[in-house]
């Protein structure tokens, strides 16, 4: 006769206990996909300035002065005219690492709320006043 009791004020702190956790869970799962879902807008408009980037610093190494470069101090950084691109804000620099090695960079950045960036490095290297990248992997996505 005890035992039916306990068992039967038993089952209404395990009711509330399973309402809590399914609660919980459906308030977490609801919390994730907003998550995920921002995520991915944010990836996308980050993916969509990509190319701008990547246009900028192909038309550095494009139009290389090496003149100008040889000039550059090691260790000093020159900001450099970038593309205009609608929409968009491009921004490159150049960086003199060593007595032949360069790091150019661009940035291009939307003007949309909330502001995303996009950062890409590449390693150059000037042999003979001509500059190409160099060898393995010269890209680098930077944050």
Known sequence: MRIRRAIRGAALPMVLFAMTIASALAVGGAFVARQLAASARFVQRGSMLQPAAERSLVELIAMWDSSA???Q???SVMTLASPA???LEVASWVTRTS??????VAEAASRERPPV??????????????PALVPLRAWSDLP
Do not use: A, C, K, M
């Open 73 to 75: 101090p090691i260790g």
């Open 69 to 71: 470069r040889s000039d």
């Open 85 to 87: 691109i609608s929409g």
């Open 117 to 130: 960036r996009r950062r890409i490095g590449v390693l150059v290297r000037v042999s003979g006043g001509v």
């Open 99 to 104: 007595d032949r090695t360069y790091w150019l």
